[in-house]
């Protein structure tokens, strides 16, 4: 299947930083990317969609100038979660559809464990 | 929107015993069914999908079945190994859609 790349896979920081989430397609173009959150043991929760060249769409309850999603080529889409809180702590993945004939599947990144001190 | 719900949340089985997975959706809409495997602290990993044209696939011990009828779709694992050990997820998309439905994960163990 198609590969998605995230960096970087395990961070840790101070409270009142911001942390940039990379989410790379690495073979294929990706005009939309997901971004998630998950808590232990649970779901995914997706926080947003993020679109190439045009504005992110924010899940309800979702505060976009706290999660700020930029997705400014083909392959590349960016999650930095802004002043960050130790309530931001969580796993982050993302996601990206790949086309197999007229049919798109979904490929996860790594994900990306945030730990703020 | 589309609203999935998936049952159990937890299921223990014996090695060499068949685990199932059920999935129902809302949205008549919904024309692929994709299944996820997430161990812990990994990516979730597509083992295996289902499209509205056929009722049942099957790769090796592991198969799906859609009722398109009732809305429901299943994940079944045969002759489970404690490499099965992990939360399994189910979701639904609308082919020209823009959106995955996940369900809220099933967590599977295998005793050895």
């Known amino acids: 299947g198609a590969v998605v790349s995230q960096h970087p896979s395990w961070v840790i920081c101070k409270s009142g930083t911001s942390v940039k989430i990379e989410c790379r397609s690495l073979?294929?173009?990706?005009?939309?990317m997901f971004w998630y959150r998950q808590f232990p043991k649970q779901s995914l929760m997706l926080m947003a969609t993020?679109?190439?060249?045009?504005?992110?769409?924010?899940e309800q309850g979702v505060e976009k100038d706290k999660f700020l999603i930029n997705h400014a080529s083909l392959t590349l889409s960016t999650l930095t979660v802004t002043s960050a809180h130790p309530e931001d702590s969580s796993f982050y993945i993302c996601?990206?559809?790949?086309?197999?004939?007229?049919?798109?599947?979904?490929?996860f990144g790594s994900g990306t464990q945030l730990s703020v001190l | 929107g589309e609203n999935v719900e998936q049952h159990p949340s937890t299921l223990s089985v014996q090695e060499g015993d068949s685990a199932v997975i059920k999935c129902t959706y809302s949205?008549?809409?919904?024309?692929?069914f994709p299944w996820y495997k997430q161990e812990l602290g990994k990516r979730p990993q597509l083992i295996i999908d289902?499209?509205?044209?056929?009722g049942e696939k099957k790769d090796q011990r592991i198969a799906v079945t859609l009722n398109k009828t009732a809305k429901h779709f299943s994940l079944h694992i045969t002759e489970t190994q404690p490499e099965d050990s992990a939360v399994y997820f189910c979701?639904?998309?609308?082919?020209?859609?823009?959106?995955?439905?996940f369900g809220t994960g099933t967590s599977l163990t295998v005793i050895p």
């Open positions: 289902i499209r509205s044209n056929v």
């Open positions: 996601s990206a559809r790949d086309r197999e004939g007229v049919w798109e599947k979904l490929f």
């Open positions: 949205d008549s809409a919904s024309n692929y």
């Open positions: 993020s679109n190439e060249g045009s504005k992110a769409t924010y």
């Open positions: 073979d294929f173009q990706a005009t939309t």
């Open positions: 979701a639904a998309s609308i082919r020209t859609g823009n959106q995955f439905y």
